[in-house]
């Protein structure tokens, strides 16, 4: 057995070919994707503590779907999903100010304020101005929002955009849940987040995070020599999958990242004790161990260590165009010296994620010329390989 | 004198909502140090007042956000145009009472 070829050995499901371009640039290929993927399985668009009060509402675009969703957490403390469009004349009720718009109502309501139509969080109609001008045939009753099917998973909000969804939330996790459980998310509360919208298919964008094999190259000014022993653990689950990350030890940081990394320890490339890993992260104890890089089919990319947690989010709005969500958690911190610390971990982040992302433009135009046809993927581009074969059996079912 | 409820309960960021026998609903505030009441029902709308937002003196309807001034009961911004019944208020023993 060739060692080198572990992945194929593990999965000769996947097949160790060339992967095909076309799906990256063909307009009519993601006109199937939204239909046969983002209209149709359940999509992660936030966390509940992003709207922790009563009345407290998020908006969130989906291009992809054509619509925009409003979350919003009622009096019962419950929060609930709907499409933002009002039933009068048809303009979005929450008016909406980019990707994610955010509000808060203490009598828990939403006002459209074309012709002040008042809904409720129940999403129930709630005030009509001049109601009696409108006929009978109109009924109140029947013209409240339109809900969304919503569920949750450790805190996460996920959102199903099909009539009936094919799978329950749980069924649709499947093992990717289990995997995770546990793993404190909600206390790791100080975060981060940037974004913007890149030139490039959503799937250029999820590969460029999908593997280590870039991080030598391309992050040589951000993280210098520190990965080098690849991908362990690969898991696939489903259409989701995950594997770990592993570093190498002894890498000296530049005086000011070790200065950092003593203090608060909130950067990935430092060697942190283990305390908050569930046991099917890293389950060898390797010594080496980075981070767990994990897929949530089909946009969502979840990653986890100890002491920090981060998340990127492709959201397609064009075949060669997606907006990008990357977020990064950590303990709030309780000095200043930790603030400190933790501030310069993220930049450092920051900046490996403009590396990353500063390739996936200059992939889609090259790939757009069509001069070449397919890819070629190494052993360790697996989650790749993987990602490729679940696009196509969604799209060809 | 109808008692509405103790001073201690009340809030500079809180407006007050006090059932009535019969569902009356009146909103109680404290403005500065003082207290005042008004009906909790908006006079454009089904909007409970007490779910609004003060500013500067006035209640902010949370449904369309007309106003009325809270000392007065007046209407300040459309769509409300009807003014809004005040109750003259007495505290009496650590109570907020009003007469009705
Ligand atoms: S219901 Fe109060 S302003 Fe319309």
């Not at chain 1, 570093?247 to 950067?267: D, F, K, Y």
């Amino acid at each position: 057995m060739n060692d080198a070829h572990r992945w194929l050995n593990e999965h000769p499901e996947l097949g160790s070919g060339p992967i095909p371009i076309e799906p990256y640039i063909a307009p009519d290929w993601y006109e199937r994707e939204r239909e046969k993927i983002f209209r149709k399985v359940w999509l992660c668009v936030g966390r509940v503590d992003e709207i922790p009060k009563k009345g407290d509402y998020k908006v969130k675009r989906l291009a992809a779907a054509d619509t925009s969703v409003i979350l919003m957490r009622g009096k019962d403390d419950v929060v609930r999903a709907y499409h933002n469009i009002c039933a009068h004349r048809g303009n979005t009720v929450v008016t909406e100010t980019g990707p994610e718009t955010f509000g808060r109502s203490k009598a828990a309501i939403v006002t459209c304020r074309f012709h002040g139509w008042v809904y409720g969080a129940d999403g129930a109609l709630k005030h009509v101005p001049s109601e009696e001008r409108f006929y009978e045939c109109f009924d109140k009753q029947k013209n409240g929002l339109s809900p969304i099917h919503v569920d949750f998973w450790e805190g996460f909000i996920f959102i199903n955009l099909a009539e009936t969804p094919d799978a329950s939330l749980t069924e649709f996790l499947g093992d990717y849940a289990a995997h995770f459980a546990g793993f404190p998310f909600a206390e790791l509360s100080y975060q981060f987040t940037y974004y913007t919208e890149l030139e490039c298919n959503w799937k250029v964008a999820h590969d460029a995070f999908a593997e280590a094999y870039h991080v030598d190259t391309i992050h040589a000014g951000s993280f210098p020599n520190t990965f080098s022993t690849g991908l362990q653990n690969v898991k696939l689950m489903g259409p989701h999958r995950t594997c770990a990350v592993c570093l190498t030890l002894g890498a000296t940081p530049t005086p000011v990242a070790g200065i950092a990394n003593s203090i608060a320890g909130a950067s990935l490339v430092t060697q942190r004790a283990e305390t908050m890993l569930p046991p099917s992260i890293n389950p060898d104890k390797r010594e080496d161990f980075a981070f767990e890089l994990s897929v949530l089919f089909p946009n969502t990319l979840i990653h986890v260590s100890e002491g920090i947690w981060f998340t990127h989010q492709f959201w397609p709005i064009a075949h060669n165009r997606t907006l990008w969500e990357g977020r990064y958690y950590v303990r709030p911190p309780k000095t200043n010296a930790e603030r400190w610390a933790m501030e310069h971990a993220m930049t450092l982040q920051r900046n490996a994620w403009l590396e990353d992302t500063a390739t996936m433009e200059d992939t889609q135009r090259a790939m757009q010329s069509r001069a070449k046809t397919v890819q070629n993927l190494q052993d360790d581009e697996i989650l790749i390989r993987h990602s490729a074969v679940v696009v196509d059996e969604y799209v060809n079912a | 004198m109808i008692r509405l409820c103790s001073v201690e309960e009340l809030d500079e960021d809180e407006i007050l909502r006090v059932e009535l026998d019969g569902g009356h609903g009146i909103a109680v505030y404290l403005l500065d140090g003082e207290i005042f009441a008004t009906d909790d029902l908006c006079t454009h709308g089904e909007a409970s007042l007490a779910e609004g937002e003060i500013e500067d003196g006035k209640i902010v309807c949370p449904f369309h956000l007309g106003s009325f001034d809270i000392r007065t009961g007046a209407a300040c911004a459309a769509p409300c145009s009807i003014a809004l019944k005040t109750y003259p208020v007495e505290v009496i023993g650590g109570d907020v009472h009003i007469a009705m």
